[in-house]
């Protein structure tokens, strides 16, 4: 895997219109846990079936006719709840998906099996793997209402971790939510648990938008500073092994504007938001085909279950420009990581400074 691959996903962030680079796919609303502090807690409650696998491949399929994909996120639920998600991975994979994230509880049986297989399918795809964690053992399970839920999650990142040394395509990390319950203790705990389990990132998200308990989204700010300052932290001391691909040390350096750009827009103090790329470089497909901006807007594109699953059908239609006029007239502004990363990572203005910023590290 060479940089040389990502000039093409550069080139697409010069154009002001054009196909998506990265999509965020709920394959599923099933999730054998019930957390607190999850946003998409009414899908779970209902146990929304995600598309078919005939609908996943069309769905793929049409993306890859209208440009590659750098990236594709699988949400939830909980994914590998679902028996064909190594086949749903391969129906980007065979258009060369260059990286597939996917978040997980880490509770679920033969999961990592499923992901060994789907590094067998997508040989030119990177997997990353996401195990949430979201404070100490106490913590962790009473947000997860499950007893027991943390040493279980802990013992299964292990396991991928050590297969990890085996399969250079697999990254393993940890990902964790601050929120009411747990700002007083995540940092310290994460600094701890980093040290002894040594994942490849750590990614942080601020709770949002929605909970099932809404006391979780009651956050401090400083504590999000104070979280981001732990996690910078074990970087400098080389205590997270970093992304094995390309272009990695140009991540880290987005990742640190980008939780600075967070934590000013959760402290009102973001007056000058870079331009969103919501609907022009990325979108959000909930689990009935519903083609939504981003996570946290409700304006849609449309469903998919009404064009047959062609995403070019909906991408290219006139509400869907006028969305992408909203989201730049009104200077739209969140604390959803992944928007804010993906603002930075395709704003040209930001390059030099990134390139700066990866070279001193």
Request: proline content about 6%.
């Amino acid at each position: 895997m060479t940089a040389l691959r990502y000039l093409p996903f550069l080139a697409r962030s010069l154009r002001r219109n054009g196909p998506p680079l990265h999509l965020t796919l709920f394959v599923t609303g099933r999730c054998n846990l019930r957390c607190k502090h999850c946003f998409h807690w009414r899908e779970v409650a209902a146990s929304k079936e995600g598309p078919c696998l005939d609908e996943v491949r069309k769905l793929a399929d049409s993306a890859a006719r209208m440009g590659p994909l750098l990236w594709v996120s699988f949400g939830g639920g909980e994914p590998f709840l679902r028996d064909d998600l190594p086949a749903c991975a391969e129906a980007f994979g065979r258009h060369g998906l260059r990286h597939l994230a996917i978040p997980t509880n880490g509770l679920v049986d033969g999961q990592l099996d499923a992901a060994l297989e789907i590094l067998a399918r997508c040989p030119e795809t990177f997997l990353s793997l996401s195990f949430s964690i979201d404070g100490p053992p106490d913590e962790h399970d009473r947000i997860r209402a499950r007893k027991g839920a943390h040493a279980a999650t802990i013992a299964q990142a292990r396991v991928a971790l050590e297969l990890s040394r085996a399969h250079e395509r697999l990254g393993v990390g940890v990902i964790s939510t601050l929120t009411g319950g747990n700002q007083d203790v995540l940092g310290d705990h994460l600094d701890e648990l980093c040290r002894d389990l040594r994942p490849h990132h750590l990614t942080l998200n601020l709770a949002r938008t929605d909970a099932l308990d809404p006391a979780e989204l009651e956050v401090d700010p400083a504590r999000y500073r104070a979280l981001v300052a732990t996690k910078e932290g074990l970087q400098r001391e080389g205590v997270l092994g970093g992304y094995d691909f390309p272009l990695a040390k140009v991540l880290r350096a987005r990742d640190r504007r980008m939780h600075e750009l967070v934590a000013r827009t959760a402290e009102d103090r973001n007056d000058d938001p870079p331009p969103c790329t919501a609907a022009r470089l990325s979108a959000v497909i909930f689990e009935d085909g519903e083609v939504r901006a981003c996570e946290v807007l409700d304006d849609s594109l449309g469903s998919l279950a009404d064009v047959d699953w062609d995403l070019s059908a909906l991408w290219n239609r006139a509400e869907a420009d006028e969305l992408r006029r909203k989201i730049v007239e009104t200077r739209c502004k969140c604390t959803w990581e992944c928007a804010q990363g993906d603002n930075l990572l395709f704003r040209p203005r930001a390059w030099p400074g990134l390139a700066l910023e990866a070279l001193r590290s």
